[in-house]
């Protein structure tokens, strides 16, 4: 009963550096995203994807790639890592767009 | 465009006392409303939904009543524990245009003391 999987749990990079942060779920979903969470924001939308081979960006997508090859998985790329992304990165996943999102356990990164 | 503005905390309670934390929201269309629970090291879990005007989400003796002629959802729960700590955040997902987004409000940090 896995849930939404995401990994690494913490990660320290360097600023320039480049890595993918993991997100797998075992529900069978369609929909898929990406939030950062930050003191006093709340969560707010990098990334999400409707279904396999389809992503779009949310409100804060600048600094990061996604791609949606299968439906299990949606990994989220940091192509040159700064501090400003320095955050809590969770991963939700949903039947469909309107459906309540089933979250992860979050990645806590931070960027030196 | 839509937003959500909760309550600031922290809010420090003793147990079995009346909670309220408060959430209003500013949206367009006829979202969906949400109160999502996130403890300490954990990611957010569902607490309870509405889906329209006058809906009652509720679950765990949590309660929210969706109010359009106030644009609120505020969270109450008649007796609160020490397990109810933790970071509580209302959102509200727009229906229209498929994206699914969530907006959340800023998150209310809640303590309850034995």
């Known amino acids: 009963n896995a849930g939404v999987t995401q990994t690494p749990k913490f990660q320290v990079l360097k600023t320039g550096q480049s890595m993918t942060l993991q997100c797998a779920q075992d529900m069978n979903h369609e929909y898929m995203s990406w939030y950062r969470q930050d003191p006093g924001m709340g969560l707010r939308l990098i990334h999400y994807s409707v279904g396999a081979g389809i992503t779009d960006q949310g409100e804060v997508p600048n600094g990061y790639n996604v791609s949606r090859s299968t439906t299990e998985d949606f990994p989220l790329r940091l192509l040159s890592a700064a501090p400003s992304q320095t955050s809590v990165y969770f991963c939700a996943s949903s039947r469909s767009a309107n459906q309540p999102q089933h979250f992860g356990d979050g990645t806590r990164l931070s960027i030196l | 465009g839509d937003s959500v503005t909760q309550m600031e905390g922290p809010v420090t309670l003793s147990e079995e006392a009346f909670l309220t934390i408060n959430c209003t929201y500013t949206?367009?269309?006829?979202?969906?409303l949400f109160w999502y629970v996130q403890y300490p090291g954990e990611g957010l879990q569902l607490l309870l939904k509405a889906t329209k005007a006058d809906d009652k989400g509720s679950n765990k003796g949590f309660e929210a009543t969706y109010r359009k002629e106030t644009t609120s959802f505020h969270l109450e729960k008649g007796s609160v524990q020490v397990s109810d700590s933790a970071v509580y955040f209302c959102a509200l997902s727009e229906n229209s245009g498929n994206t699914g987004k969530l907006i959340f409000g800023q998150g209310t940090t809640l303590q309850v003391k034995p």
């Open positions: 949206a367009t269309g006829y979202p969906s």
